[in-house]
C-alpha cells in the first residue's frame, strides 16, 4: 500500500524506496541543486540518501553541508578520526538511527585495525557488553555524549569539568559538543524523513587534508 501511494505521488519508483518524500535526481535539478550535487558525490555519481533528502529545499543541503564538513571534517580540531567517529556512532545508537551508526561505523573502521574492531568499540560506546574497553578520555566523551543525547535538560557545569579531567581542553570540549549537537540534527533528519541505506554505499566522507577544509 505504501509503495502503490508513493508510486502514484512521484515521490519514488518501485524498489527504490530512500525517504518518505520527493527528491531530485541531477537530470531534473537546478543549477544551483547540481553544483552542490557535484561537491558531494561520489566518482560513480551517488549522492548520499541524507544529503538527497534536502533536494527540495537547496539552501539546507548547502547548510548541512557546511556543518557537516565543519564539525566532522575540518582542521584545526582537538579530537582525532577516530574520536569523532565514536562520538558520532554513541549519539546515533542513542537516538535509534541505523543509518548514521552504519555510516559512521564503518567510518570508524577506516581508523582503527578492523570492522570488528569498529563494532567492538560502537557497543563498548553506549554500554553494551564489549570484547574491548575505550580509553579513559573515550570513556568521558561518550559519558558526555550519551547524557547530552537522552537527558538534555540535566547538563550542568560538572560534565565540562569531567571531560577536563580526562584531558580536554576547552577546545576540544566544543568540538565534542559540536559533534553531538550535529548528530543530533542528523539523525532527525534521516529519522522524520524515512531516510533508508536504500543503495548506499557506506562510509564515505570528505578528505579533510584537503586545503578547502582547514579552518582558521
Known amino acids: 500500500?505504501?509503495?502503490?501511494?508513493?508510486e502514484a505521488t512521484g515521490i519514488i519508483g518501485e524498489n527504490n524506496i530512500m525517504t518518505w518524500?520527493?527528491?531530485?535526481d541531477s537530470d531534473e535539478?537546478?543549477?544551483r541543486l547540481n553544483s552542490l550535487y557535484a561537491q558531494i558525490k561520489t566518482p560513480d555519481g551517488h549522492v548520499d540518501n541524507i544529503l538527497k533528502a534536502h533536494s527540495l529545499r537547496p539552501r539546507t543541503l548547502q547548510a548541512h553541508l557546511s556543518l557537516y564538513k565543519a564539525v566532522m571534517h575540518s582542521l584545526p580540531c582537538a579530537l582525532s578520526p577516530r574520536e569523532r567517529e565514536l562520538v558520532g556512532v554513541c549519539v546515533s545508537s542513542w537516538n535509534?538511527?541505523?543509518?548514521?551508526v552504519e555510516h559512521h561505523r564503518t567510518g570508524l573502521a577506516r581508523h582503527v585495525e578492523s570492522e570488528s574492531l569498529a563494532h567492538a568499540l560502537a557497543d563498548a560506546a553506549v554500554g553494551k557488553a564489549s570484547t574491548v574497553d575505550l580509553t579513559g578520555r573515550e570513556k568521558a566523551m561518550c559519558a558526555?555524549?550519551?547524557?547530552?543525547?537522552?537527558?538534555?535538560?540535566?547538563?550542568?557545569?560538572d560534565d565540562i569539568e569531567q571531560l577536563r579531567q580526562a584531558g580536554l581542553n576547552d577546545e576540544g570540549i566544543l568540538d565534542l559538543n559540536q559533534i553531538v549537537a550535529y548528530f543530533s540534527y542528523a539523525n532527525r533528519t534521516v529519522l522524520g524523513l524515512g531516510v533508508s541505506l536504500q543503495g548506499e554505499p557506506l562510509g564515505l566522507h570528505p578528505d579533510?587534508?584537503?586545503e578547502g577544509f582547514k579552518h582558521s
Open 1 to 6: 500500500m505504501k509503495v502503490a501511494y508513493w
Open 21 to 24: 518524500i520527493k527528491t531530485i
Open 29 to 31: 535539478a537546478s543549477d
Open 96 to 100: 535509534g538511527c541505523g543509518y548514521c
Open 144 to 157: 558526555y555524549a550519551t547524557k547530552l543525547t537522552r537527558t538534555p535538560g540535566q547538563m550542568d557545569v
Open 208 to 210: 579533510e587534508k584537503k
